[in-house]
């Protein structure tokens, strides 16, 4: 009898051939979540008696956070005691580096903006567009003005041998 070829439809591998199997996610870093029994439901409902605790079962996913944060750097300020002639009358660690001096953005945000313009290819318009999903209202013109001044940092970096910045 002539075998129907009318699966092939419907599996898109030969029958009785070992498959993939699932991929290994385990380099991921993980959180775990404890879903456990209410105390008040842990008893026989007849006759009142206790469930002994046997095992557990456990299940993995795969979870996409995207986590937009603000970084608020504060730097005490220290006045001096003393009289001392020749020494600052106030002290204060000095502010974090910037990539863009007086921006706003910190540097990873900017390497992610870079990341989804260029490399990810996404119009700034539809870039804010997910900002704005994750509570983040900045106009497109904002993260448009981020690029160029990258670019121009990287340009006119001083090369060694050469006399100027071309």
């Known amino acids: 009898m002539a075998r129907s070829w009318r699966w092939l439809r419907r599996s898109p591998r030969w029958p009785g051939s070992r498959g993939h199997g699932r991929r290994d996610y385990s380099h991921l870093p993980e959180r775990e979540e404890i879903h456990d029994v209410p105390e008040d439901q842990r008893a026989c409902p007849r006759c009142g008696s206790e469930y002994a605790r046997f095992g557990e079962e456990t299940c993995e996913q795969v979870e996409w956070e995207v986590r937009l944060i603000r970084v608020v750097h504060r ?6 005691t003393c009289r001392c002639p020749g020494v ?7 502010p ?3 990539a863009i001096t007086g921006g706003r953005f910190a ?3 900017l390497a992610r903006l870079l990341v989804e313009k260029f490399a990810v290819a996404r119009p700034a318009h539809r870039i804010a567009a997910a900002l704005s999903f994750d509570g983040m209202e900045v106009s497109d013109g904002t993260l448009a003005g981020c690029s160029p001044r990258w ?3 990287n340009v006119f970096a001083a090369v060694e ?3 100027s910045h071309r």
């Open 75 to 80: 730097r005490p300020t220290y006045r001096r």
């Open 88 to 94: 600052p009358g106030v002290i204060a660690a000095p």
């Open 96 to 98: 974090p580096a910037k």
């Open 107 to 109: 540097t990873g945000f």
């Open 151 to 153: 670019r121009r940092w």
């Open 161 to 163: 041998g050469k006399d």
